[in-house]
């Protein structure tokens, strides 16, 4: 059992990281693969905030009787990466708005023929 | 019971990214991504990482989701069914998660105190920050003063991308001659957002000053006052939000808040220490740190708001021209 919870976390986040990999690579719509690097990314996320926490620990906020705080630094890591990882998306969302207007499509495997139109 | 809640959360999180898989309609995969990011939420509450909980849930449940929504209004929701052969991507998903999970096995225990990542800098965080810098939130100490320079270019890319998204999608015109828009007949909706988005508003602004002692910071407070904007737009029409809170002004705001950030840095070198040092901004280091945490996380808050807001004014500009064609 103890085997278990010690891993559990880390199969969820290869399995996160994994799904979100196979929407990127097999989803022909760009919108759902631009979801598809958010599950990927948010698998990282996770990846980190469980390698922070410190098990009978608190949160890392200076309170009285606590002596136990998990690990700040993966939580600043992770807190900025959020802010980042939304305003790169905006920028790739952006870009599908863009393609739309352009080719009329964002379906991967239609653009191959209209490419050929122009 | 901690890891029990764990467990279960975490098994939530694989059931929902199963279903954005499975799905076709595209809102509906916004609609799980949106749950996918609060139970994420929930997980770091769950971990102990209260200030990442919070960024998540301000940012991944609410923006995230509001400007996927306006991508859709643009390209449509369905999703064809793609002619590709399904086995190959996954082949290479198996293999490589098999590979990784096999890496897993090399992990330090989930949670065991002496794991190697507890041993070196943040045992000096936890120890020497409550005196170095006097607050009472570590993660503020770390992001804002020990790391402050990381966070400089944090902020710098927000901005970037914002510049990004402007340029490639272009900010709406003031328009004077107002089209209706907005959800005019949902009296509900228009009353309870009233009486909603000053009390955001306001929580902003706490979050923005509290968040030197509880979780938060201008990341956070940033993202939620644009939010409360963003509703006010939804509700009443973009038109009437851009003569509330102008582009043009959000475009200075977002250059202010990166040049605040910086200019601390700048004036902590001249004040005879290095680049954002706060030690030097007051007689006392404790009380010079409080000083330039205060002001860099402004500079962070207004420039998080104004590249936020400008960004949701960029897609929606476009989906107010597409309604009008």
């Known amino acids: ?118 | 019971m901690a890891e029990f809640i764990d467990l279960v959360l975490l098994g939530m999180l694989a059931i929902t990214a199963l279903g954005v898989i499975i799905l076709k309609d595209l809102f509906a995969v916004v609609m799980l991504f949106g749950i996918y990011s609060f139970l994420s939420a929930l997980i770091f509450v769950n971990l102990d990482a209260v200030d990442v909980a919070f960024t998540e849930a301000a940012v991944g449940a609410g923006i995230s989701t509001v400007l996927m929504l306006g991508t859709l209004a643009l390209t449509g929701r369905k999703e064809k069914v793609g002619s590709h052969t399904s086995w190959l991507p996954l082949v290479v998903v198996v293999i490589t998660g098999g590979a990784l999970i096999y890496g897993t096995l090399d992990m330090p225990a989930f949670g065991d105190p002496n794991n190697p990542i507890h041993q070196h800098v943040a045992p000096r965080y936890i120890e020497e920050s409550p005196k170095e810098v006097g607050l009472p939130n570590m993660v503020t100490s770390v992001l804002a003063s020990y790391r402050a320079f990381d966070t400089l270019g944090e902020t710098a890319v927000v901005f970037a991308a914002a510049i990004g998204v402007l340029s490639l999608l272009g900010l709406p015109k003031p328009d004077r001659r107002a089209v209706e828009s907005g959800l005019k007949s949902h009296l509900v909706l228009r009353v309870v957002a009233k009486l909603i988005i000053p009390l955001t508003i306001l929580f902003a602004l706490y979050v923005q000053f509290h968040g030197d002692y509880g979780p938060g910071g201008g990341f956070q407070a940033g993202v939620i006052a644009a939010a409360a904007v963003i509703l006010y737009a939804l509700v009443f029409g973009l038109p009437l939000a851009t003569h509330v809170v102008q582009p043009t002004w959000l475009k200075v705001l977002a250059a202010l808040g990166v040049l605040i950030y910086a200019g601390t840095g700048v004036a902590s070198l001249f004040l005879g220490g290095s680049f954002l040092d706060y030690n030097v901004l007051a007689s006392d280091p404790v009380a010079g740190q409080h000083i330039g945490i205060i002001v860099i996380e402004l500079g962070v808050g207004i420039t998080v708001f104004a590249a936020m807001l400008s960004i949701f004014y960029a897609f929606a500009g476009q989906a107010e021209g597409k309604n009008i064609q």
């Open chain 1, 1 to 118: 059992m103890s085997f278990i919870v010690d891993y559990y976390n880390y199969w969820i986040v290869v399995f996160l990281m994994m799904a979100g990999f196979y929407i990127v690579i097999s989803a022909t719509n760009l919108v759902k693969k631009v979801v598809g690097l958010n599950i990927f990314q948010t698998s990282v996320f996770m990846m980190y905030i469980t390698m922070g926490k410190v098990s009978g620990g608190s949160a890392p906020i200076v309170a009285e009787g606590i002596t136990s705080y998990s690990n700040p630094l993966p939580h600043v890591l992770i807190l900025t990466a959020i802010v980042v990882g939304v305003a790169t998306t905006a920028v790739g969302l952006a870009l599908i708005v863009r393609i739309k207007r352009a080719y009329g499509t964002v379906e991967e495997n239609e653009f191959e023929d209209k490419e050929d139109l122009i």
